[in-house]
């Protein structure tokens, strides 16, 4: 099968600053892609040049087989997009704006009644439908904004920081809404909170730079950590000293370094490295056992996703 | 279609005049404006004459001062807002976008200078003016403002700033009222050739809303006018895709 969004060679210029430097990607049908990366990374700029608000300077995007720079029409037909900071018309109401957007879509009489109808019951704007945008609290906003990007039922929904400024619980409805529309559709979704891309996102894209420096599952972007699956153990003070101790760790096949960490009340703690990211908490915990050590704490890391993406953007 | 989305921008651009107080504050004081300018300065009881000429005569200077502050919003608060991201990854075509715009804002002038009536119904009442005359005149005051619109609109397209909008609009439509203006053309009447005279004069609103205001239609007047305005809004859409390149 086709890939719904085929990202080819993309590269975007600014004068001498290459914003985006040759990304290419494909993204399929039920797929949800969290795109990362710092402030300036060029996430933005790459969802502009996909719904075809920006042309690239090279390289091509292809949704659902037309090409965004030949069909535009075609391409923005099939998307829905959430700017950046969901910019909306001020003075108009979400239910003229709802309105015109349903209209711009192409839907007329009952049918656009019922799309306005079902759009604002799934993001919950009935309570403000009449009252200006520009009076609406930055949450409803982003829910109009919401509102109007998917409307049209779209088979591909790209997003610019959907839930940046919005409280935890609108952060989670927003998830919700975004997790049930999953599988049907495209979604590209741009975020700075990682947390986000564990709860809805299948795949992930660090962007540094203009270039992509790391693509996969959220837990496969954690196995990238140096911490995956190095383990924790903590000791209370017993027969063996310190010296001890720490020869016997830094002995096993298994650990590839040990760090000392501070202990309180002469504990003895230690992160212990594997080789190339191979479990060793059955080889640690053997260890432990035949020692007689006491332990107080013994738990195997997954490695997060800041220290992934500090690691390869910094 | 293509003309049903033209349709929807235009009836969404025209209501956001009377959604908020642009509308009646450009209306009230346009009004007022026509009015000093018609029976104050331009004499209309001392000429004792059944015609619109005072009122007629001072439009373009109401325009060099309005029509900037009336198209300076149209792409400019766009761009502030980032609603422009918006309007422009819809499925609409670019030109759609620029010609709802301006249709709507050229309507809206329409209403404006359609409720000018009262001026039309004191002249009748106090005299028999040339109705056809009267015509003419409204029509040369629309097809004018249309132009000085499309050179605001495509001004505006140029900045997110609507200060600097307004400020370089108005100087642009000056120099096209200028243009046709006795200090201007004296300037250059002094060592220019004539063809060179002639071809400033005819750039100028003046010149060719003069004609058409004193009741003399003529078609090169009315093309003058017309394809001024397509160049601007040419210029309007060529501004967006340039400005969408980088």
């Known amino acids: 099968m086709q890939a719904m969004i085929k990202i080819d060679r993309l590269r975007k210029d600014f004068g001498r600053f290459t914003a985006v430097d040759d990304i290419s990607f494909e993204v399929n049908q039920g797929e949800v892609l969290g795109f990362l990366g710092p402030n300036g990374a060029g996430k933005s700029t790459t969802m502009k040049m996909i719904t075809g608000y920006l042309p690239p300077s090279s390289g091509s995007v292809t949704v659902a087989g037309y090409d965004v720079a030949e069909h535009p029409l075609e391409v923005k037909r099939r998307i829905g997009y959430l700017p950046e900071g969901a910019p909306a018309y001020p003075d108009m109401t979400p239910a003229d704006f709802l309105d015109f957007i349903a209209e711009v879509r192409g839907f007329r009489g009952k049918e656009k009644q019922r799309r306005v109808q079902d759009t604002v019951r799934q993001v919950s ?7 200006p945008i520009d009076t609406l609290s930055k949450g409803f906003k982003r829910r109009v904004g919401l509102a109007q990007a998917i409307l049209h039922d779209p088979q591909v929904l790209i997003m610019d920081e959907p839930t940046d400024g919005l409280d935890p619980n609108q952060k989670h409805e927003v998830r919700t809404l975004i997790g049930n529309m999953a599988r049907e559709k495209v979604i590209i979704l741009s975020t700075h909170i990682l947390e986000e891309v ?3 996102c299948s795949r992930a894209i660090i962007i540094a730079r203009g270039r992509i420096v790391a693509d996969g599952t959220p837990e496969e972007l954690e196995a990238k950590s140096q911490w995956h699956n190095s383990v924790t153990l903590t000791l209370s ?3 063996d000293s ?3 101790v720490r020869e016997q760790l830094e002995a096993m096949p298994g650990v590839a370094r040990l760090e000392t960490l501070p202990g309180h009340d002469n504990r003895l703690r230690y992160q212990l490295y594997p080789h190339a990211a191979r479990p060793i908490l059955a080889d640690v915990s053997r260890m432990v056992h035949e020692r007689q050590w006491e332990v107080e704490e013994m738990r195997q890391n997954q490695g997060r996703l800041d220290d992934v993406f500090r690691a390869i953007t910094a | 279609m293509k003309g049903s989305n033209l349709w929807v921008l235009f009836k969404r651009e025209l209501s956001a005049y009377f959604a908020t107080p642009i509308a009646y504050v450009f209306i009230v004081i346009f009004l007022f404006l026509s009015g000093i300018f018609t029976f104050y300065l331009g004499g209309f009881f001392a000429r004792g004459q059944a015609d619109l000429l005072p009122f007629f005569s001072f439009h373009p200077w109401l325009y060099l001062f309005l029509i900037p502050a009336l198209a300076m919003r149209l792409w400019a608060e766009e761009r502030k807002s980032g609603s422009i991201e918006l309007l422009l990854t819809l499925p609409v075509t670019v030109s759609q976008a620029v010609m709802g715009k301006f249709l709507a804002a050229w309507a809206f002038t329409a209403i404006a200078l359609s409720l000018t009536f009262p001026v039309w119904i004191t002249v009748n009442y ?8 009267i015509l003419a005149g409204y029509l040369g005051s629309l097809l004018m403002a249309g132009a000085a619109l499309a050179i605001g609109a495509s001004i505006s397209a140029l900045t997110k700033n609507q200060v600097i909008a307004f400020v370089v609009s108005l100087v642009v ?3 096209f009222i200028l243009s046709g203006f006795p200090l201007v053309l004296d300037f250059f009447s002094g060592w220019a050739p004539q063809a060179v005279v002639d071809a400033i004069a ?4 003046l010149t060719h809303f003069d004609a058409i205001s004193k009741g003399v239609i003529d078609v090169r007047d009315i093309i003058y006018f017309l394809s001024l305005t397509a160049f601007w809004l040419f210029a309007n859409i060529t501004f967006l895709e340039m400005k969408k390149a980088d």
């Open chain 1, 125 to 131: 704007l009935e309570d403000v439908l009449h009252q």
């Open chain 2, 202 to 205: 005819s750039f100028s609103f």
């Open chain 2, 126 to 133: 106090l005299g028999e003016p040339d109705n056809g005359v």
């Open chain 1, 237 to 239: 003070p017993g027969k």
């Open chain 2, 173 to 175: 439509t000056l120099v």
């Open chain 1, 198 to 200: 564990h709860a809805v």
């Open chain 1, 242 to 244: 310190p010296e001890q």
